[in-house]
């Protein structure tokens, strides 16, 4: 007979409610600083849960137009859980996150994926499609997704954190700014911008600080926009449950955080805002390798990816070179970030053939379990990289066929109230 003796459920750490602003809740934080204290500590081999926010904080709701993503306040972002101590880790350690499980919230079962105004976020694709916000509501059932706003797909979503990382150094924090400023200054004029330095206007920590202390992590406290050494927000969608991480250790403790749920994403989320966008619940257990940094020339994080992980064996595959065939047909030297864009770019226009708007099409690659892999680095002046679609999300054939595409209407995405796209 089953009785609760010896039955501990796991703690949950950090409590949030996905419908609040995240600015008006405790445990939250939206910018890197080695001055925020921990908001919880952990023993090495414990496991704990923390519920997370979405990442824009509830700025963004189910409903049918882009409002909400045209006017996100981009000052606030992201809205991260934590930190959380682990006892025992010091800086050289390497500090070992297993990611047991991650669901959305029971009373939010659903998510949003974006894409950017030019002046507001952008996207991989800002300027070429001189970007307007749309967005597609997802309705997360299971495993699965499906959108009233991107009709005839259905895929099962892997789910995992967009952004995790350890805490910096006050050195290592005083490197990330003075490189991404003399990048910012070089390019003062870029639209979207190259990048984004510290901005007090926006900042959040949701625990009681110093009006000092309060006043330099805002001041001097990174964004959390890219991935740095720590790990940060790099949008990995294979660390989902079951994923194992290795981080560098730069503070006593460690001090993780966490936010930026993604249930499903394409590699790349290009979109900007490109994943199926969720607040939801995290799992972890950690541990300490000790000099972990010097043993493993840990520059970067290491990654152990998710058993898990759903089999689509029927792919469709477009290719991408380093020559701007969709612009003005520029020639580029092995630039794979051009091949890429091509890729997609060439995948948009074959989606738009079957009776996708370019809005639905570009959506539909940022959320969807899009694999993206590099094909050759080493035939110059061409790098080639690919961008394959998995056939048996659609319930509509995709393939080519002598025939074309019979004429198909799967109406819009979500767009602005005044119509503009």
């Given at each position: 007979m089953a009785t609760q003796a010896n039955s501990t459920p796991h703690p949950t750490l950090i409590r949030v409610d996905p419908f609040i602003p995240a600015d008006q809740q405790k445990g939250i934080h939206n910018r890197w600083h080695p001055d925020i204290p921990p908001f919880a500590t952990v023993k090495p081999g414990e496991t704990f849960k923390i519920e997370c926010v979405d990442w824009t904080g509830a700025q963004v709701g189910n409903n049918d137009n882009s409002d909400d993503i045209r006017n996100i306040d981009l000052t606030k972002i992201h809205n991260l859980s934590g930190p959380i101590a682990v006892e025992g880790a010091e800086p050289g350690d390497c500090l070992v996150v297993d990611i047991l499980d991650i669901t959305p919230f029971e009373k939010m079962p659903w998510g949003y994926t974006g894409i950017f105004e030019l002046e507001n976020g952008g996207g991989l694709f800002a300027r070429e499609f001189n970007s307007r916000a749309a967005k597609a509501i997802w309705d997360l059932n299971g495993i699965y997704a499906t959108s009233r706003?991107?009709?005839g797909v259905r895929f099962a979503g892997v789910t995992h954190p967009g952004l995790i990382g350890t805490a910096p150094s006050t050195e290592l924090l005083a490197t990330w700014n003075r490189r991404e400023g003399a990048l910012i200054e070089a390019h003062a004029d870029a639209l979207p911008p190259v990048a984004y330095g510290p901005l007090s206007t926006g900042a959040y920590v949701g625990q009681e600080l110093s009006g000092a202390v309060r006043d330099k992590i805002y001041a001097e406290g990174a964004r959390t926009v890219p991935g740095r050494e720590h790990g940060g927000n790099c949008?990995?969608?294979n660390l989902?449950?079951?994923?194992?991480c290795y981080f560098p250790v730069f503070v006593k403790g460690a001090n993780l955080s966490v936010g930026d749920?993604?249930?499903?994403?394409?590699?790349?989320?290009i979109s900007f805002c490109g994943a199926i966008e969720m607040a939801g619940i995290i799992t972890f257990n950690t541990s300490i390798i000790k000099g972990g940094i010097e043993k493993f020339a840990l520059k970067q994080p290491i990654f152990l990816p998710s058993p898990i992980d759903p089999v689509y064996s029927s792919k469709i595959i477009f290719e991408g070179l380093s020559v701007d065939l969709h612009g003005d047909g520029k020639q580029y030297n092995m630039d794979a970030t051009v091949a890429y864009k091509q890729a997609a770019?060439?995948?948009?226009a074959?989606?738009?053939k079957i009776g996708y708007t370019r809005q639905q099409a570009y959506l539909l690659l940022s959320a969807a379990p899009v694999e993206s892999h590099v094909g050759a680095m080493v035939d110059s002046p061409n790098a080639c990289v690919t961008l394959a679609i998995p056939t048996a999300i659609f319930d509509h054939d995709i393939l080519p066929n002598p025939n074309g595409f019979p004429k198909r209407d799967f109406g819009q995405c979500a767009i602005r109230s005044d119509g503009v796209v």
């Amino acid at each position: 007979m089953a009785t609760q003796a010896n039955s501990t459920p796991h703690p949950t750490l950090i409590r949030v409610d996905p419908f609040i602003p995240a600015d008006q809740q405790k445990g939250i934080h939206n910018r890197w600083h080695p001055d925020i204290p921990p908001f919880a500590t952990v023993k090495p081999g414990e496991t704990f849960k923390i519920e997370c926010v979405d990442w824009t904080g509830a700025q963004v709701g189910n409903n049918d137009n882009s409002d909400d993503i045209r006017n996100i306040d981009l000052t606030k972002i992201h809205n991260l859980s934590g930190p959380i101590a682990v006892e025992g880790a010091e800086p050289g350690d390497c500090l070992v996150v297993d990611i047991l499980d991650i669901t959305p919230f029971e009373k939010m079962p659903w998510g949003y994926t974006g894409i950017f105004e030019l002046e507001n976020g952008g996207g991989l694709f800002a300027r070429e499609f001189n970007s307007r916000a749309a967005k597609a509501i997802w309705d997360l059932n299971g495993i699965y997704a499906t959108s009233r706003h991107i009709p005839g797909v259905r895929f099962a979503g892997v789910t995992h954190p967009g952004l995790i990382g350890t805490a910096p150094s006050t050195e290592l924090l005083a490197t990330w700014n003075r490189r991404e400023g003399a990048l910012i200054e070089a390019h003062a004029d870029a639209l979207p911008p190259v990048a984004y330095g510290p901005l007090s206007t926006g900042a959040y920590v949701g625990q009681e600080l110093s009006g000092a202390v309060r006043d330099k992590i805002y001041a001097e406290g990174a964004r959390t926009v890219p991935g740095r050494e720590h790990g940060g927000n790099c949008d990995i969608k294979n660390l989902s449950k079951g994923s194992r991480c290795y981080f560098p250790v730069f503070v006593k403790g460690a001090n993780l955080s966490v936010g930026d749920l993604h249930f499903s994403q394409g590699d790349g989320e290009i979109s900007f805002c490109g994943a199926i966008e969720m607040a939801g619940i995290i799992t972890f257990n950690t541990s300490i390798i000790k000099g972990g940094i010097e043993k493993f020339a840990l520059k970067q994080p290491i990654f152990l990816p998710s058993p898990i992980d759903p089999v689509y064996s029927s792919k469709i595959i477009f290719e991408g070179l380093s020559v701007d065939l969709h612009g003005d047909g520029k020639q580029y030297n092995m630039d794979a970030t051009v091949a890429y864009k091509q890729a997609a770019l060439n995948a948009i226009a074959y989606l738009e053939k079957i009776g996708y708007t370019r809005q639905q099409a570009y959506l539909l690659l940022s959320a969807a379990p899009v694999e993206s892999h590099v094909g050759a680095m080493v035939d110059s002046p061409n790098a080639c990289v690919t961008l394959a679609i998995p056939t048996a999300i659609f319930d509509h054939d995709i393939l080519p066929n002598p025939n074309g595409f019979p004429k198909r209407d799967f109406g819009q995405c979500a767009i602005r109230s005044d119509g503009v796209v």
